[in-house]
Every structure is written in C-alpha cells, then in structure tokens.
C-alpha cells in the first residue's frame, strides 16, 4: 500500500526534534550530514571527524532548542544552526593544543572561532560532562532510563521490551535514577574541593 | 497549564532549595536525553551512511535483487488472480498526505496541528487518540472525521475508517465531503461493500465524480 511522503517544514521538524521523534531525527541528519563532512574535509579532517562533530552538534542543537536558547523563526532553520556548531566545533578543534602537536599544519593563520551567542565554551563543558556522567551508566539503566526518558515509553512497554513487571521496571528506574543522581553528587563535590 | 506553571516557578524563586532539585532533576534528565540521542544517532549514521565490506555488499546486492525479482513475480501472480475490488483499489488508491502545519497556530486549533505533526510522521495511532480528542467537543466536525478516517484508512481499518468518512461525507464543506466520499469508495473497495459503493451518488461538483462512475461501472461488468 502507497504511504504518505513526508517533507517537512521547518516548523514540524522543530516540533518532532523537541518531542525526540525518531523520524523527524533521522531526516535531520540525513539532510545536513553532507555539507558538514565537506566543510570538514576541505579544512584538513576525515571522515570521522565530520561524523563525530556533526554528531555532537545536533546533540547541541538538541540541548539549546530544549532550553529555549534556539527558535526556528525568520530565516533560521535547525539545518543552518547544527552548521554553524559543527563549524564552531571543528575550527576549535583545529586550534586545540591536542591537535596542533599531531602537526597537522605549520601555519595557523586561522581566526579564532567566533562562539555563536547561544553555543560556546561554557555549552561545550556542559556537554562533555553530560557524556561522561551518562558513560557511568551500565547498559540495564540505559536501557530503562533511555525508553522512559527519550523514547517517553509507559513502564508496561518498557516492562514488554524487555521482559519484565511494570512494578519491576518502575524499581528499576527509581535505582538507576539514584545512582546517576549520586553520581552526579560525587563529581560536583569533587569539583567542588579541587576548586 | 499557563497558570499551574507561573505558580510553581514564583515557588522556586522563593524556595532555593526547591529550585536546586528542579534544575537537578532537569540536568539528570538532559544527562539520558543526550546519551540516547547520541546513541541513536550512531545508530542513524550506520544505517544511511555506514559501510560494509566490498564483497559482502556486492553478494548482499545479489541476493536482495534475487529477492525483489522473486517477490514482483509472485505480486504479479497475485494481482493478476486478485478479486476485482482489489484490482480498481490498487488501480485508483492514493492517500493524504495531511495539511501543512502553519509556524505559529493559535491554542484551539493547538491541538489539531500537533496530531497533524503525528499524522505526517506516520503516527496514526497517535494522531487519532488527539483528534478523537477533540472531536467529543465537535463531533460532526467535517476535518476532524475525514482527518480521524485517513488516519484509520493508512492503518488498512477500513471498517473504523467508514464510519467517520460517512460522517465527513455528509457535512455541507465541499472540499472534505467530497474528498471524504471518495475516500469512502476506497475503503468500501477494500470491505467488497459493492452494493454501497453501486447507490453511491457523487456530491456536486466534486472533483472524483468521474472516477467514481468509472469505479461503478468496472463493478457492475
């Protein structure tokens, strides 16, 4: 049976993007994918740089729309944003100290990047410590934690994904949520005195 | 909900300690939110751009190619065997896409355009749970029982689909009657409901009216 085509406006991939839509994603990156691995390749990356730096830059994008820090209105779309913080991303990266002893090149008569209003340092820092926390993670919490909060599943769905009592699942996210809150707590205390 | 927000932030700022748990439990949630975005997205790059070895590819070619040839010659087979509703549905059936979502929508149709998002993303299920909804406000709303009827109708429930479309079908907006009607003709294809689709008479001035007799005369050969 012939199904609907789906495009999208701006507006809708908004919507979808806030809301974790798993298609509305997933046209998001394949839209905007290609024009980023070019800028990245033609200023001394690979491939995998273009697909690790467009990543976190839709996690980015992601984070600042969720905190009311980017609206799709005017001329500004979700697909010139992630451009923008993938560009950012790179050119930091290429002025970074870690990199410049792989001696990429000699001359760096590069600007600095310009951080865009919304996108900076402090964004950047708030990101990797995101990553780290959620790294601490065993694969049963994400698994539980994941369908819950980004997949926004019912404790019986998660309980029918993956084999258990709703009561059990609703156990097992109170856990896990505990221990990412503790851990949170011993990374902010130890902050904290090495301050 | 406007309301019950502004209360509850004029009691954060009052109370520091209730505005650290909030942000915790904010920052705890980014924390799995972003974990399973990255994730997923490793997972979307694998499927549109990951790449497998040279070998396997080329034998994975042959043998999806062998599939599709297969499985075109047993549709052909079943086509050309099928009942005669199922040859003019495969014949005429299309589906609707939806309505554009306008960028800003006013709170009483709110409601409407988020099912609408749902609806263009393949959500039906969803779409339908909103709309059905809002329709208990409105029921003989002439959008809302074509829109709740295409929704069921990409769902192949073409018995839950008739129901609304008939609804829609007999409301006095041309552009949803009309287009309710036809897609009532499709669904009763599909429920070989041929004596409803023969006494069918098409609205005035719709745009599916010769469609609609070419339909009733392949039936009535």
Request: aromatic fraction near 24%.
């Given at each position: 049976m012939k199904r609907i085509n789906i495009e999208y406006t701006e507006h809708e991939l908004y919507l979808g993007f806030i809301e974790n839509d798993e298609r509305c994603i997933e046209h998001i990156y394949s839209e905007n994918f290609k024009s980023v691995e070019q800028f990245i390749l033609k200023n001394s990356g690979k491939t995998e740089d273009a697909k690790d730096i467009y990543q976190e830059a839709i996690i980015a994008t992601w984070l600042n729309i969720k905190q009311g820090k980017f609206k799709v209105q005017n001329d500004k779309s979700i697909g010139g944003y992630i451009f923008q913080i993938a560009k950012y991303k790179w050119l930091d990266k290429l002025r970074s100290k870690e990199y410049r002893t792989t001696i990429r090149f000699l001359h760096d008569n590069r600007a600095e990047p310009e951080a865009d209003a919304d996108y900076g340092e402090a964004e950047e820092r708030k990101l990797l410590y995101l990553k780290e926390l959620y790294s601490h993670l065993n694969e049963k919490c994400k698994a539980i934690l994941n369908r819950f909060y980004?997949?926004?599943?019912s404790l019986e769905e998660i309980g029918a994904d993956l084999n258990y009592e709703a009561a059990t699942v609703k156990t097992l996210k109170y856990r896990c949520m505990q221990k990412l809150r503790s851990l949170h707590h011993t990374t902010t205390k130890k902050n904290d005195t090495e301050q | 909900m406007a309301e019950e927000k502004r209360s509850f932030e004029n009691e954060m700022n009052e109370n520091p300690s209730l505005k650290d748990v909030v942000e915790e439990n904010r920052l705890l949630i980014q924390t799995i939110e972003t974990g399973a975005l990255r994730e997923k997205l490793e997972h979307i790059h694998q499927k549109k751009f990951g790449s497998k070895p040279m070998r396997k590819s080329i034998i994975t070619w042959f043998a999806v190619a062998a599939g599709i040839a297969f499985l075109i010659a047993v549709g052909i087979s079943i086509i050309e065997l099928g009942s005669v509703e199922e040859k003019i549905f495969a014949e005429y059936t299309t589906t609707d896409p939806g309505q554009p979502v306008p960028m800003s929508s006013t709170d009483s149709d709110y409601m409407f355009q988020d099912a609408m998002v749902d609806y263009k993303a393949g959500k039906f299920d969803r779409a339908i749970n909103k709309w059905s909804g809002i329709l208990t406000e409105d029921p003989e709303s002439n959008i809302l029982n074509y829109y709740i009827g295409s929704a069921y109708f990409n769902l192949e429930k073409y018995s839950r689909a008739v129901q609304f479309f008939e609804i829609a079908a007999n409301q006095e907006t041309q552009e949803f009657s009309a287009k309710a009607q036809w897609y009532l003709i499709l669904s009763q294809l599909k429920l070989k409901d041929t004596e409803s689709i023969l006494s069918t008479i098409p609205i005035p001035?719709?745009?599916?009216s010769e469609q609609i007799k070419d339909i009733q005369l392949k039936l009535k050969k």
């Open positions: 980004f997949e926004k599943k | 001035g719709s745009p599916y």
